[in-house]
């Protein structure tokens, strides 16, 4: 159960500052570099879905974002 904790730190804080760097509202837990190579979003997908938990907490608790749930800004 820690090792769930504390692996979501690190990808969270990751994401907030790549989503805000793009004007993104949210949480970005794939690689921007990634998703603009492949126009695909797989791993934020799969993480997104792993850390819903986590995240619905960090919301609650500590006023975190959301994950974003579409990332077409950053294929275009």
Same mark, same amino acid.
């Not at 994401?15 to 805000?20: D, F, R, V």
């Not at 850390?51 to 749930?69: C, E, H, T, Y």
């Given at each position: 159960?820690?090792?769930?904790?504390?692996?979501?730190?690190?990808?969270?804080?990751?994401?907030?500052?790549?989503?805000?760097?793009?004007?993104? /509202?949210?949480? *970005?837990? +794939?690689?921007?570099?990634? &998703?603009?190579?492949?126009?695909?979003?797989? $791993?934020?997908?799969?993480?997104?879905?792993?850390?819903?938990?986590?995240?619905?907490? /960090?919301?609650? *608790?500590? +006023?975190?974002?959301?994950? &974003?749930?579409?990332?077409?800004?950053?294929? $275009?």
């Amino acid at each position: 159960m820690a090792i769930y904790f504390g692996s979501y730190f690190a990808p969270s804080n990751r994401g907030i500052q790549q989503a805000s760097k793009l004007r993104g /509202d949210g949480l *970005l837990y +794939g690689s921007v570099n990634h &998703i603009a190579v492949t126009h695909g979003s797989s $791993s934020h997908d799969f993480l997104s879905r792993l850390f819903v938990p986590l995240n619905l907490i /960090d919301q609650a *608790l500590f +006023g975190g974002p959301a994950s &974003i749930r579409c990332n077409l800004f950053i294929t $275009s």
